[in-house]
């Protein structure tokens, strides 16, 4: 049984710094990825990473801001996220992709809230 277990979340002032972390379990995947949600917006992009090569992908309004990383060990990817905004405020998602294409299995979700 896959399991996507995010953690990190929670309150930090404008211009903080969170590091979120996604522990996989189940199988292995081609790719994991971060998505976002904000109350009445619909779901977007994060960032990604290929499990195989650690090719990274960032949404552009991400890019050096946020980084995102795994380690093998651990089946575990991260999220390291700075120079956080009050609009970077939603529940951040963790997926997983089997193959090249869609993300199939998704995590709970955290919040992330970023104060002004």
């Known amino acids: 049984q896959v399991q996507l277990a995010e953690s990190g979340g929670g309150l930090v002032q404008a211009g903080g710094s969170l590091r979120l972390s996604c522990a996989a379990s189940g199988r292995a995947f081609y790719k994991m990825g971060w998505f976002r949600q904000a109350p009445g917006k619909e779901r977007e992009f994060v960032s990604a990473?290929?499990?195989?090569?650690?090719?990274?992908y960032y949404a552009d309004s991400m890019k050096g801001r946020f980084t995102i990383s795994k380690d093998n060990a651990k089946n575990t990817v991260y999220l390291q996220m700075n120079s956080l905004k009050p609009e970077d405020t939603a529940v951040y998602y963790c997926?997983?992709?089997?193959?090249?294409?869609?993300?199939?299995?998704w995590g709970q979700g955290t919040q992330v809230t970023v104060s002004s």
């Open positions: 990473i290929t499990w195989s090569n650690s090719n990274t």
């Open positions: 997926a997983a992709a089997p193959s090249v294409g869609r993300y199939i299995y």
